[in-house]
Nanobody, 124 residues
């Protein structure tokens, strides 16, 4: 059974940091580019960051560039998103998913797996 399980979300004060994790099972993570997406209340889901299968290339949305860092450990079947200097505008459910190999498009793609999401709330 294929699963992507996110963790690491929580309530954090503005300026704080979190490290999100996404653990894969049921498929071999190392073959796939992966992405992080988020959806805030009342807004559409948006791409935040994508990382190539070998970690040699990354993409970041302008809104998070310089604050978020994507990484992965294929041996652990896990990708990560370090999120720093958080603002209330970063409050959202964060999802990981498989994406197309052209990670600069940072678009959901084959084989088409989504996680269930982890909530990040930034408030004082």
């Amino acid at each position: 059974q294929v699963q992507l399980v996110e963790s690491g979300g929580g309530l954090v004060q503005p300026g704080g940091s979190l490290r999100l994790s996404c653990e894969a099972s049921g498929f071999t993570l190392q073959y796939y580019a992966m992405g992080w997406f988020r959806q805030a209340p009342g807004k559409e889901r948006e791409a935040v960051s994508c990382i190539s299968s070998s970690s040699d290339s990354t993409y970041y949305a302008d809104s998070v560039k310089g604050r978020f860092v994507a990484s992965r450990d294929n041996a652990r079947e896990t990708i990560y998103l370090q999120i720093n200097n958080l603002t209330p505008e970063d409050t959202a459910i964060y999802y990981c998913a498989t994406v197309y190999r052209d990670i600069h498009q940072c678009t959901f793609g084959p084989p088409g797996y989504w996680g269930q999401g982890t909530q990040v709330t930034v408030a004082s």
